[in-house]
């Protein structure tokens, strides 16, 4: 899951719930060719099952549909995580990706080796549009392959203000505080003082990955001496995420079925108040909103903290990309190329907006916010204006290891130790960074 950038969005945060994808899916058919029987085409679009994505997705399609019925686009899903991944990379491999798919930008995107696999973009009429900083995460040297859905979000500690207000407890500003206000919710017995949701296991990323912008805090250059392979996870600054998930079971601060737990069921616990603390992305609000929206104003956000309060910084994430493979042709490559203006033009937005919860400006300026948005974007924004913000290392290095939510599994469950998990981690981003051709590994 991964994580969600400073120099890609100095002043932006989180996300319209949702951009994406739909559930109940028709199979990704061949994404090659013409037009279907009687002049109309039919194309595929394909992107993660989350649940929050069927809200917007599926008003999106109608929407661009009415407006161009000459072309039916068909829904296809894939898993999150690890192996939603694998299977992006297949279906690219193999010829068999639909023709509009959504997917990560930043280093997931690089993996693709976009440059021979992915439709150039920068020749559309929406990309002068596009934030440079978002154009940087969806491009190479050759092209620029992704358009944006959606908008920035942060990695952070989603949190239950009612269970603060009760127990008298401030927003925590170091590790140790954190860890002081975590303990006083489990003595006051009935709520669960962190939320872990390993059912889902890319959820578990987070005390790792939301944890990086406090690594630049401490060690700006770390993200570039990393990629030359000069830095790693299994010393400090960067061991601190691994330990802070250790700590976390070892002190016995998770929901009792943290094991079997489901982002849903995480969301659930926060939003009624049963789970107190969620590390999480923050476009997860779009979830809150749609199963529990009275509960909306009841949920605040802070940066997990650093060890010192100086140090202490919001990880900030660009939103997915829209991508066409190059497998899609003639006619399906010109309604691909359509359903993709569309969902960046002021009509496409205004879908997102009536059907998401907005969470932070669009990196697109043919989109605008509506007036309301959750109260938890003013917690957000204070880290911007106070320029205490910066972005999730896969924005500032391609070098992202595939294994690293199982390995956080096993360090957030007790099965190894932060140190082992690290060194594994370490030992995880080797051979990408090899198939990338990068310098010194």
């Known amino acids: ?64 549909e009415k407006a161009n019925p000459d072309i039916t686009v068909k829904f296809d899903t894939r898993p999150q995580g690890t192996d939603g991944d694998n299977l992006v990379k297949t279906q690219l491999s193999t010829g068999e990706m639909a023709d509009v798919f959504n997917y990560n930008s930043g280093s997931l995107m690089q993996a693709l080796n976009p440059d021979n696999t992915l439709v150039d973009l920068s020749d559309q009429s929406w990309a002068k549009d596009v934030d440079p900083q978002f154009t940087k995460v969806v491009s190479t040297s050759k092209g620029m392959y992704g ?56 959820t578990s990323q987070l005390f790792v990955l939301g944890d990086f912008a406090n690594i630049t805090a401490q060690q700006s250059n770390w993200a570039s001496r990393y990629t030359k392979h000069k830095e790693s996870y299994a010393k400090q600054p960067a061991l601190a995420g691994f330990q802070h998930l250790a700590e976390g079971k070892d002190k016995d601060l998770y929901n009792q079925d943290f094991a079997s737990a489901t982002q849903a069921n995480g969301l659930k616990m926060l939003a009624e108040g049963t789970g107190a603390q969620y590390p999480m992305l923050t476009n997860a609000i779009a979830t809150i909103q749609q199963d529990n929206p009275d509960a909306v104003d009841d949920i605040g956000a802070f940066a997990l903290p650093a060890q010192d309060a ?32 569309f969902a960046n033009s002021s009509e496409g937005c205004k879908v997102q907006n009536d059907t998401g919860t907005p969470g932070g400006p669009y990196v697109i300026s043919t989109c605008s916010l509506p007036s309301s948005v959750p109260p938890m974007i003013g917690d957000l924004q204070k880290y911007l204006d106070d320029g205490k913000a910066s972005p999730a290392l896969e924005f500032l290095s391609p ?43």
């Open 1 to 64: 899951m991964s994580a969600r950038s400073t120099r890609r969005l100095a002043t932006r945060l989180i996300a319209i719930g949702g951009a994406a994808a739909l559930v109940g899916s028709l199979a990704a058919c061949s994404s090659g060719g013409s037009a279907d029987t009687g002049g109309k085409v039919t194309i595929t679009y394909q992107a993660d099952n989350g649940p929050a994505t069927a809200a917007t997705a599926k008003p999106l399609i109608a929407a661009f």
């Open 147 to 202: 358009a944006p859905l959606g908008t920035s979000f942060g990695g952070a500690v989603m949190y239950n203000k009612k269970v603060y207000e009760k127990l008298g407890l401030s927003v925590p500003t170091t590790w140790d505080e954190f860890i002081s206000n975590s303990e006083k919710i489990k003595a006051a017995g009935g709520v669960a003082p962190i939320i872990q949701t390993y059912g889902d296991t890319w």
């Open 310 to 341: 100086s140090d202490t910084r919001l990880t900030i994430w660009e939103p997915n990309g829209l991508y066409i493979p190059k497998t899609t042709t003639g006619d399906k490559l010109a309604a691909a190329k359509k359903f993709i203006a």
């Open 399 to 441: 070098i992202k290891g595939p294994n690293l939510e199982k390995i956080s599994v096993q360090v957030g469950s007790g099965i190894s130790s932060a140190a082992v998990g690290a060194k594994q981690y370490d030992q995880d981003v080797v051979q990408q960074a090899q198939q990338l051709g990068i310098k010194g590994w």
